[in-house]
């Protein structure tokens, strides 16, 4: 049985579940649930805080876990991440009031407040900063204003939080983050945890692209073609009327309305697109 850790609660609670979902693996109906047995897929998964998951991960307890990077990284627990997931981007950022310090360079003798500080600490100890950092649970951005903090370091998604609060944002971002799937440090390969991938790749591919299928004369194909080339190659089958060929390939979604305005200048009829629901590449 596949142990796996998903987030209870928090930004990448509802994003993760859904990705479960169009990979085909039951789902809790009830938020108050936190173990869930999905027999017929051998997964059993367990419903965490987010800043908990690395650490069970890590530990061997459970197999694999869905986490933010900056979870996973503050953590320091024994876990690596293995599949981005492409949802949950943020960025660890310092901020201060603004007329205050401008660069990482002048935090010499600051103090920093963060959730971050297994981010934070080593982040400045490998820029020979010599600042205090202060961990804080919940709302840093009020750390300054109360005298706590000289500078904060705090997960940015549009800023508008810290602009709310007086602050502006400096320097550069401290970390990257997403949601990943992390497993223990070292761990062999596992074929249970193979198809897991698998399964989450395709799900993220088939968010990426969608099919075309479009009727276009034979002497164009070439052409045509080179607008939708596909991963492999694009599927083409003669039709009923001489002379036109029917053309099926996978495009990228956000490319899909510009290919079909090609597409139709060059001679395409009957262009469609439809979205992939599941795929194995």
Known sequence: ????????????????????????????????????????????????????????????????????????????ADAEEILQLGFGASTLRFATRPGGVRDVAEFDGLT??????????????????????????????????????????????????????????????????????????????????????????GVLVARRYVMMDYDIRAELVEQAVALTPGLESPTVSPLHDQGWVAVRSMVPTREAQRIMDHLYDLGARAILTTHIHACRL
Request: hydrophobic share 45%; charged share 25%.
């Open 1 to 76: 049985m596949l142990r796996i850790a998903v987030p209870n609660k928090g930004a990448l609670s509802e994003p993760a579940v859904a990705m479960l979902h169009e990979a085909g693996y039951r789902q809790r109906m009830d938020r108050r649930e936190l173990v869930l047995l999905d027999a017929e897929n051998g997964v059993e998964f367990f419903f965490l805080r987010p800043r908990d998951i690395a650490v069970y991960v890590g530990s061997g307890k459970l197999d694999v876990g869905v986490t933010g990077r900056d979870l996973l990284v503050d953590s320091t």
């Open 112 to 201: 920093v407040a963060t959730s971050f500080d297994g981010v934070v600490a080593p982040y400045l100890e490998r820029q020979g900063i010599d600042a205090s950092v202060v961990h804080l649970d919940g709302a840093v951005e009020t750390a300054i204003k109360l005298g706590v903090a000289d500078v904060i370091a705090d997960v940015v998604e549009t800023g508008t939080t810290l602009r709310n609060a007086g602050l502006e944002v400096i320097g550069e971002p401290v970390l990257e983050s997403e949601a990943v799937v992390i497993r223990r440090r070292g761990e062999g390969e596992d074929p249970r945890v193979a198809q897991f991938l698998r399964r989450l790749q």
